[in-house]
């Protein structure tokens, strides 16, 4: 008898013997340690396809809009929001970094040399000053203001971008948004490489329902259309058009930079903003940080409230009083705060301290004046 269980790192679906219960190991896919459970009973299978259309194409999810002939006419239910999920259902740290010793190291001998220069050319004597050497002027100022810092960009944990599609395909459509929030790291924190991940091991996967999310989610990202009456077909050869798609789309713009890969996604005609905002919060690019900023002023409360959750997860900066549910003319003042911060750091940003670079919080209002005893 064996015991299954997911990985709380990375969502990789371990089975162990159950005679390793209560033992700690470490996981196959993000190398993480776990700790096998109890003996379970196993999760059931994901119940097989019962209905299915008279020609040869599967049936398809219809949570996600209609297709190509106006798709299902029965109503769908949008979740509310992003905050349905339970307490501590998001998956954070994914790919949180430890210090660099390397980089601090060598930020450490550089400005200790700049200091060695400096004593140097402040105990050299200049020229002597007579009427035919002329007036000596002032030393060369020395800089030390630090360069900006490179954001590194985590590496795809492809075993952990799989199990994770995997699971989204196989959880009831009522939940499917709420569970794509929560592996929200996985799908996107290693931002441009995340992209092609999804092109090359989503959309290439040999299950329709794989593909079906990869392409949903490719759809969001950029704002492209959607290839899924291709991609959930049962002809091999409608399935490789598909991919054919995607990758020859994914070779065109793989060396553009990510902002120009996902600026598409924030035109109000992609109906999947919500899911670019959510995958903004994860990039740590400082090209694509104005999005955050345009969709914050977006029409639908939905897609303003999970791109101010992105700036607060990836910024920091709660610091402006922003409300998503507050009228749009206070939206755009607030709004216009955040864009005149962040054009006065955005040089410099390192997405890995973000609190050195947040405004002064805001001052405590004065207490009100005691009333009159007269």
């Known amino acids: 008898m064996t015991i299954e269980f997911e990985c709380p790192h990375c969502g990789l679906v371990i089975e162990a013997p159950d005679r390793t219960a209560g033992r700690k190991a470490s996981c196959p896919g993000c190398g993480a340690p776990v700790t096998v459970p109890s003996a379970a009973p196993r999760r059931s299978a994901r119940p097989p396809r019962t209905a299915r259309r008279s020609s040869r194409r599967r049936r ?39 210090p660099n010793y390397l980089l601090i190291g060598g930020a450490a001998g550089a400005v200790l040399l700049l200091i060695i220069i400096l004593l140097l050319i402040m105990r050299t004597p200049g020229p002597s000053s007579s009427p035919a050497s002329g007036t000596q002027g002032p030393p060369a100022a020395v800089s030390l203001s630090p360069s900006p810092t490179p954001t590194p960009t985590p590496a795809v944990n492809t075993a952990a971008l799989m199990a994770a599609l995997s699971s989204i395909a196989s959880t009831p459509l009522s939940v499917r948004d709420a569970l794509i929030r929560r592996k929200a790291a996985v799908l996107f924190g290693a931002g441009k490489a995340s992209i092609g991940a999804l092109v090359e091991n989503g959309v290439g996967s040999d299950n329709p329902d794989i593909r079906y999310v990869a392409d949903y989610l490719l759809a969001a990202l950029t704002g492209r259309k959607s290839k899924e009456d291709l991609l ?65 002023e977006d029409s639908d409360t939905e897609v303003r409230a999970a791109a101010y959750e992105s700036v607060v997860r990836l910024l920091k900066n709660d610091r402006f009083g922003y409300d998503p549910s507050a009228s749009l003319p206070l939206i755009t003042e607030t709004v216009k705060k955040y864009r005149e911060w962040w054009d006065s750091v955005k040089a410099a940003y390192d997405f890995s301290r973000p609190e050195d670079f947040l405004p002064p919080p805001p001052a405590a209002e004065p207490p009100a004046p005691p009333p009159d005893a007269g």
């Open 60 to 98: 398809r999810p219809d949570d996600y809009g209609p297709g190509p002939g106006g798709g299902s006419s029965r109503r769908r239910r949008r979740p509310d929001s992003y905050d349905d999920l339970p307490p501590g259902a998001e998956e954070e740290g994914f790919y949180e970094e430890g």
């Open 232 to 296: 959930y077909e049962e002809d091999e050869t409608k399935v490789e058009e598909g991919r054919a798609w995607w990758r020859d789309w994914w070779n065109d713009v793989k060396d553009s930079p990510l902002e120009d890969i996902v600026r598409p996604g924030v035109d109000p005609g992609n109906t999947k903003r919500a899911v670019l905002a959510l995958a903004l919060g994860y990039f740590r690019d400082r090209g694509t940080v104005p999005f955050l900023f345009d969709l914050m």
